[in-house]
């Protein structure tokens, strides 16, 4: 079993920066992956950003050159960047980590309300 504990998100205007943080503990030598969903109201949960246990990352267009996603091994956490937000970046953000076998854990979900 993994645990996921996020930390982070709010309230911010369009065009400030948000930092959000999500800490494994557990089976973490099981995870190859970790990063983030998010899911705006009426819209099916899309991936953000993720980050292998090689290095390597991932971003969907809209946010890239806007959002880093980064991780401490020391830590067993990652950390997504976002900046230069706009309203459609608002919605509720997951963090999650994918083990062996194809499992997926989730944490507990935060909203990020970025106003006009």
């Known amino acids: 079993q993994v645990q996921l504990v996020e930390s982070g998100g709010g309230l911010v205007q369009a065009g400030g920066p948000l930092r959000r943080s999500c800490a494994a503990s557990?089976?973490?030598?099981?995870?190859?992956?970790m990063g983030w969903y998010r899911q705006a109201p009426g819209k099916q949960r899309e991936l953000v950003a993720a980050?292998?246990?090689?290095?390597?990352?991932t971003y969907t267009d809209s946010v890239k050159g806007r959002f880093t996603n980064s991780g401490d091994d020391a830590k067993n956490t990652v950390y997504l960047e976002m900046n230069n937000l706009k309203p459609e970046d608002t919605a509720v953000y997951y963090c999650?980590?994918?083990?062996?076998?194809?499992?997926?854990?989730w944490g507990q979900g935060t909203q990020v309300t970025v106003s006009s």
């Open positions: 999650y980590a994918e083990a062996t076998r194809g499992i997926v854990y």
């Open positions: 557990g089976s973490i030598f099981r995870i190859n992956a």
């Open positions: 980050i292998t246990t090689g290095g390597s990352t």
